[in-house]
């Protein structure tokens, strides 16, 4: 027999691919948000400005952030602007200079990392005092356009920030970087099978000990840390709320969706090829990003493709989620306008009534039993015809009203045969009965997709492990049923001549004393 366990599992399955698929376009929708609003790099930048000022507070107070924003810039760790993006900076850079008095608005046109290494932030502002590297080649750059005073407030920062080297040890940043070079070199040639980070790190503790070294280390990391665990909750936050305006938007009803996976076979057959479909399809998705981190400039290729692969992520899920033969969520938005019409049936028919509803050029005929309650009698036909339309009792009147599952839909026209009197009202506007009626559905389907997609991808591989062990028990009991109907019982003596078998034999149905009736 067919494990009753088996069809729970599909109907888990269902659920939870609908859910991934939601998912997906929340995660694609909150990575363009962060990303566009480099809201990883803000972060970061929050986090060098506590780290560079506590090397010596009293001098860096007031220039820290600048610094930091600068040393986000450095030209081998930005990124280019594109040509919005070079707008979008030069407005900024715009207020900026009205906002700000000294150099602190004079930034490079580079977007900024999301990461950086300890030793890469030494080693820059090392040879940023030093007056030496890229960053002292910015500020030339930034020199020649600028006007005023601000060469000088660029030459201050540099000042300022060789006082506080100063102070923490490190008289002469030009010799350090140079030493920290120089070891770097001579530990990777002693060791070539060291890793390099293991190499920078070693190089800078023994050729610059200093206490401004010493801060570094000791607060980098845990700085780091706490960067990625607020970035992380902002993400979080971020997702929660577009989870609710995904399922919102979409109208997606996760008890309407139980229940119709609960009934429609073909439905939950269908979801559970789509889950074994998506699952492959994210495996390969990672093993490519895989391949991808370890290839060359895999940053610069991410970057170029992640804008892309949101989209068509966005696109694929919502296509599979409002295909006409799942059904799953309705045609429009919550705020789109639709084709309604209220249903009112009055008269004094009798017997059975017939009627047709036409929804555009799609045609359908019903009949109705003309007896009370009639509205309910009403809403019972449509609903059975299978017109595109679903179906709601109206407030405080004994009417029906019809509001199209297709915004496309121009009108929807009812009418009954002879002693059947309708007052039709049509119209388009949202569909507030249809949120009303779907509002705890989508609660929980707002709840369970803020779980995220991890957890929910997670969870359908575990189901479909299940459900293929459970499929394989399934077979294996059927087609052991199945031999032990068609193959013949044995033959034998016994003592005495006695038949076994069936019939009257040694099994319990025909051996007496295995059901207790022997004497």
């Known amino acids: 027999m067919d494990l009753p366990i088996l069809k729970y599992v599909d109907i888990a399955i269902g659920l939870a691919i609908v859910i991934l698929l939601l998912c997906t376009v929340v995660t694609a929708v909150t990575q363009m948000l962060l990303a566009?609003?480099?809201?990883?790099?803000?972060?970061?930048?929050?986090?060098?400005?506590?780290?560079?000022?506590q090397i010596d507070p009293a001098t860096l107070d007031k220039q820290a952030r600048y610094i930091a924003e600068r040393c986000l810039r450095h030209p081998l760790l930005a990124r280019n602007n594109t040509p919005f993006g070079k707008i979008t900076g030069a407005i900024r850079n715009f207020f900026r200079s009205?906002?700000?008095r000294d150099a602190r608005h004079l930034l490079p046109e580079l977007n900024p990392p999301d990461v950086i290494q300890r030793e890469e932030l030494i080693l820059m502002l090392l040879d940023w005092a030093a007056g030496e590297g890229p960053l002292a080649q910015q500020d030339k750059d930034l020199i020649a356009k600028s006007e005023g005073k601000q060469g000088e407030a660029l030459a201050a920062v540099q000042q300022i920030l060789r006082d506080a080297l100063a102070n923490n040890g490190v008289v002469d940043p030009g010799l350090a970087a140079k030493a920290i070079r120089a070891k770097i070199v001579e530990l990777e040639n002693a060791n070539p099978q060291q890793s390099s980070a293991l190499a920078r790190?070693?190089?800078?503790a023994a050729a610059a000990p200093s206490d401004f070294v010493g801060k570094i280390h000791v607060w980098f990391d845990n700085t780091m840390a706490r960067i990625g665990e607020q970035y992380g909750l902002l993400a979080q936050v971020?997702?929660?709320v577009l989870a609710c305006a995904v399922v919102f938007g979409c109208q997606f009803d996760a008890l309407d969706l139980l229940k119709r996976l609960s009934q429609?076979?073909?439905?939950?057959?269908d979801l559970v090829q789509q889950a074994k479909d998506q699952t492959a399809r994210i495996d390969k998705a990672q093993k490519d990003a895989a391949d991808a981190h370890a290839a060359p400039n895999a940053s610069q290729q991410k970057e170029i493709a992640d804008a892309a692969t949101d989209r068509q992520q966005v696109s694929a899920s919502l296509a599979v989620l409002r295909d006409p033969s799942r059904a799953i969520l309705p045609s429009y938005f919550i705020w789109q306008d639709v084709a309604q019409a209220l249903v009112c049936p009055t008269g004094s028919a009798t017997g059975v009534v017939k009627g047709h509803i036409n929804v555009d050029a799609d045609y359908r005929e019903f009949q109705i039993e003309w007896a009370q309650p009639v509205r309910?009698?009403?809403?019972t036909a449509i609903r059975s015809s299978g017109a595109p339309v679903a179906v709601y009792a109206a407030k405080d009147k004994p009417c029906?009203?019809?509001?199209a599952r297709n915004s496309n839909v121009g009108s929807i026209v009812v009418a009954l045969g002879t002693g059947g009197l309708i007052t039709?009202?049509?119209d388009r506007g949202i569909d507030w009965p249809g949120i009303h009626n779907r509002l705890f559905g989508m609660i929980l389907a707002a709840i369970l997709v803020s779980l995220g997609a991890p957890f929910w991808f997670n969870l359908l591989k575990k189901l479909l492990g299940l459900r293929s062990m459970l499929a394989q028990k399934d077979d294996q009991d059927r087609q052991q049923r199945q031999t032990s109907q068609t193959t013949p019982p044995p033959s034998g003596g016994g003592g005495g001549g006695n038949p076994t078998g069936p019939a009257g034999g040694a099994d319990e149905r025909g051996d007496l004393s295995a059901t207790g009736a022997a004497g």
């Not at 566009?36 to 000022?53: K, Q, V």
């Not at 790190?201 to 800078?204: C, D, E, K, R, S």
């Not at 309910?376 to 809403?379: F, K, Q, T």
């Open 36 to 53: 566009y609003t480099y809201s990883r790099a803000r972060y970061l930048r929050n986090g060098l400005e506590d780290l560079i000022r």
């Open 98 to 100: 009205k906002m700000a």
């Open 201 to 204: 790190a070693l190089a800078v």
């Open 238 to 240: 971020w997702a929660a």
């Open 264 to 269: 429609d076979d073909k439905l939950r057959a």
């Open 376 to 379: 309910d009698n009403l809403a």
């Open 400 to 403: 029906v009203q019809l509001v």
């Open 424 to 426: 039709l009202t049509a």
